[in-house]
């Protein structure tokens, strides 16, 4: 069973930037479909950003242009770059994978493994 572990969340000033990380273990293969999905208090997990094993990645359209997801696969790790960071990007931020299905789903009921997620908190 692959395991997630995410780091690299924390608070900054509005037009900031921050990276996230998400470390994959305990798998023999890794996961087609991999991406980062966030969630606030009273409201769904959404997709944020994906990409494949094809490299090819999908992005929700208000982090369309200031975010970018990629992985570094000798490493085992999936990354999130966040740039001009606003408000309302603050989340919990989770690492989420599934295998098989393409394209990639940007659904949060379509991915069955998840990291325990980090804290990004943007303030104004």
């Known amino acids: 069973q692959v395991e997630f572990v995410e780091s690299g969340g924390g608070s900054v000033q509005a037009g900031g930037s921050l990276r996230l990380s998400c470390a994959a273990s305990k798998y023999s293969y890794s996961p087609y479909c991999m991406g980062w999905f966030r969630q606030t208090v009273g409201k769904e997990r959404e997709g944020v950003a994906v990409?494949?094993?094809?490299?090819?990645?999908t992005y929700a359209d208000s982090v369309k242009g200031r975010f970018t997801v990629s992985k570094d696969n000798a490493k085992n790790t999936l990354y999130l770059q966040m740039n001009s960071l606003k408000p309302e990007n603050t989340a919990m931020y989770y690492c989420?994978?599934?295998?098989?299905?393409?394209?990639?789903?940007?659904?949060?009921?379509?991915?069955?493994?998840w990291g325990q997620g980090t804290q990004v908190t943007v303030s104004s």
């Open positions: 989420a994978g599934r295998y098989g299905l393409a394209p990639c789903p940007t659904k949060n009921y379509d991915y069955n493994y």
């Open positions: 990409i494949d094993g094809d490299g090819r990645t």
